[in-house]
Nanobody, 130 residues
Framework: QVQLVESGGGLVQPGSSLRLSCTASRFDPSELDAYHVGWFRQAPGKGREGIASISKNAGRSNYAGIVKGRFTISRDSAKSTVYLQMNNLKPEDTAIYYC????????????????????WGQGTQVTVSS
């Protein structure tokens, strides 16, 4: 079973940037390279929502409209890490952010579907506040 670790969260002011990282722990970190990856978030009192996804070869990505143009998902195969660069953060971006893995290629109609993702991390808290 793949175990995921998210990092990079924190408390920042509106307009700031953060970069979240997602890595696979346990025996072989390169396990991450075999999967398509999604980032999700859950704000207090709300359900979990899809933010972005990236294919395992980094050739295709998808974004939620609310973050498009501010967030960028990428992956570095040499480091077996997936990133979520978040710019111009707003208070409404406050949430726990999770990365997740899936084996089927994320498409425009299902990249945000939690049920398609098999492995999940424990999340990292992002708080945007002045």
């Amino acid at each position: 079973q793949v175990q995921l670790v998210e990092s990079g969260g924190g408390l920042v002011q509106p307009g700031s940037s953060l970069r979240l990282s997602c890595t696979a722990s346990r025996f072989d970190p390169s396990e991450l390279d075999a999967y398509h990856v999604g980032w999700f978030r859950q704000a207090p009192g709300k359900g979990r929502e899809g933010i972005a996804s990236i294919s395992k070869n980094a050739g295709r990505s998808n974004y939620a409209g609310i973050v498009k143009g501010r967030f960028t998902i990428s992956r570095d195969s040499a480091k077996s890490t997936v990133y979520l660069q978040m710019n111009n953060l707003k208070p409404e971006d406050t949430a726990i952010y999770y990365c997740a893995l899936r084996t089927s290629l994320p498409g425009a109609s299902d990249w945000w579907d939690e049920g398609e993702y098999t492995y999940w991390g424990q999340g990292t808290q992002v708080t945007v506040s002045s």
